[in-house]
């Protein structure tokens, strides 16, 4: 396993962090989970990702529960806040004073953990004032519940604003954490340019396309059973991708894997970590075996002309609009 630095901090985090979004107190049983994660820790992974929403709360317990008896001082865990939890009340979701200061508390009871090392602004919240939100982060930096504070789908201008009353409250904004993959490409325009001024790394999301580029799904052929795309809730986060002209890409994507000695997720995780503003690519499994799969990525340099390769065979399949880094206009439910 490789490490790199979060944004200018001196945190280290391992190329490949494990994630739980979908798969944990939902999709797959805990002992299940549980198996995954320690897959995780015998393939050097150290880093962690979860958030409150995800199962309504669950996911965070079963990772709790998962890590139990590990050193907590070499695992980095990672959660986040914005999204409706709970009974979703008027003040179950959003950033308000209110609703980070007590999910913050409700993180680290089921994580098991007295703080977490990184705590994530799920969104932007437009219903908020934003020295409101960076005033109660600052605040949990400062009783010892977090050590740093990142942000997940953040535009250029948002990552500017929020860093800026950071460094005025003296607390690190140091990472945000949105989609990214050889298909999904928006943030290279004005995300990753701002985030570079700002000393922020990314922590990508959906680094194969939700399985996408993994090569599963063929032109005219129906999903195979039990996968993302055959899933109703899950589904819908990969319909973008379904279609003859991009699956039929993917497949011509398999020469260049090969040629490096990898799969086509393994090639789809090796791209993004590319990116010297990458810190890290996000992984889920169902899977233990899907672990030590997705860590062969890290480490790997794909030279410049598998990069020129890539562009060509994708071509202008690769949605590169900025405008589609957004979070909701509201935050009601």
Known sequence: MEFRYLGNSGLKISEI????????????????ATTCVHAALDAGITTFDTADVYANTVAEQVLGDALAGQRRESLEIFTKV?????????????????????????????LG?????????????????????MQAFADVVRSGKALY??????????????????????????SNQPQYNMLWRVIEPEVIPASEELGISQIVWSPIAQGVLTGKYLPGEAAPEGSRASDKEAGK??????NKEILTAVQKLKPIAEDHGLNLAQLAVAWV?????????????????????????????????AMHSIDSVLGDLAQQDPSLTKSPESRLV
């Not at 953990?113 to 602004?121: F, M, N, R, S």
């Not at 799920?122 to 908020?128: A, Q």
């Not at 942000?151 to 950071?166: C, I, K, M, Y």
């Not at 810190?279 to 169902?286: E, F, Q, R, T, Y």
């Open 17 to 32: 962090t494990y994630g739980n979004w979908l798969t944990h107190g939902s999709q797959i049983e805990n002992d299940v």
């Open 237 to 242: 986060f990969i319909e973008r991708y379904m």
């Open 82 to 110: 914005y999204f409706p939890t709970g009974p979703k009340g008027p003040n179950d979701t959003g950033l308000s004073r209110k609703h980070i200061m007590e999910s913050i508390n409700g993180s680290l009871s089921r």
């Open 273 to 305: 970590l590319q990116n010297p503003n990458v810190a890290s690519a996000l992984v889920g499994a169902s899977r233990p075996e899907q672990i030590a799969s997705n860590v062969a990525a890290a480490g790997v340099t794909l030279d410049d002309a």
């Open 113 to 133: 953990t007295d703080y977490v090392d990184l705590y994530q602004a799920h969104r932007f919240d437009h219903e908020t004032p934003l020295e409101e939100t």
């Open 149 to 174: 504070i990142g942000v997940s789908e953040w535009t250029a201008d948002q990552l500017r604003a929020g860093h800026a009353l950071a460094k005025e409250l003296g607390i690190s904004l140091i």
